[in-house]
């Protein structure tokens, strides 16, 4: 079972934890789920969703790639832009997982699989490129990864750190908060 970062701010919350993906995490909180949807639809709420994987590729062939494995065309943003794509099994042509890839800086990026496929997204990464020419590292238990949804979003955001609120849809930022090296993206489908 692993754990969110989060995990100890859950408990202390009196969260009622429930395994999720081979991932312990909260259900609901004191309050009951029909307050939290309440404040989603017409506040802001916050969610854990650290079980999501991260898989960090970068290298100065990273781009190209991941050119030969997406559907999308990354070459249609930039650097801290990012893209809703399709990752491809590159001997079968199927669809491996549907991800966002951050453009987070020149050679590096993050692509953003399903929980419970991060490890066959980091795998068909790996088929895929030619050796030596990128670094492909799964890097899910290095971060929390806490999505700000709701109608009053941004302005709740704009409160505690105004930077990262003033990031647009689809674009990436790193920056720094209270000493940790942080990274926003205006991006979310669910």
């Keep these: 079972m692993q754990f969110s970062p989060l995990d100890s701010v859950h408990r202390a919350l009196d969260a009622k934890m429930v395994p999720f993906g081979g991932w312990d995490m909260p259900l609901s909180y004191p309050g009951g789920t029909l307050e939290e949807h309440r404040a989603c639809r017409s506040d802001a709420v916050a969610f854990d969703?650290?079980?999501?994987?991260?898989?960090?590729?970068?290298?100065p062939a990273a781009l190209e790639?991941?050119?030969?494995?997406?559907?999308?065309?990354?070459?249609?943003?930039?650097?801290?832009?990012?893209?809703?794509?399709?990752?491809?099994?590159?001997?079968?042509?199927?669809?491996?997982?549907?991800?966002?890839?951050?453009?987070?800086?020149p050679d590096v990026f993050d692509v953003m699989p399903n929980a419970?496929?991060?490890?066959?997204?980091?795998?068909?990464?790996?088929?895929?490129?030619e050796q030596g020419?990128?670094?492909?590292?799964?890097?899910?238990?290095?971060?929390?990864?806490?999505?700000?949804?709701?109608?009053?979003?941004i302005e709740r955001l704009a409160t505690v750190l105004?930077?990262?609120?003033?990031?647009g849809r689809f674009r990436v930022k790193e920056f720094s908060f209270e000493g940790a090296d942080c990274i926003v993206a205006g991006t979310g489908y669910t």
Aim: net charge negative; hydrophobic share 45%.
């Design 133 to 153: 020419e990128i670094s492909i590292a799964e890097t899910t238990a290095l971060r929390a990864v806490i999505a700000i949804q709701g109608p009053k979003a």
């Design 65 to 105: 790639a991941l050119q030969r494995t997406l559907t999308n065309d990354l070459n249609k943003i930039q650097p801290g832009r990012a893209q809703y794509t399709h990752l491809l099994d590159p001997e079968t042509a199927s669809v491996v997982d549907d991800i966002i890839v951050w453009w987070v800086a």
């Design 49 to 59: 969703v650290s079980h999501l994987g991260t898989v960090r590729v970068q290298g």
């Design 116 to 129: 419970s496929n991060t490890e066959g997204v980091r795998s068909a990464l790996a088929n895929a490129a």
């Design 162 to 167: 105004p930077e990262a609120a003033a990031v």
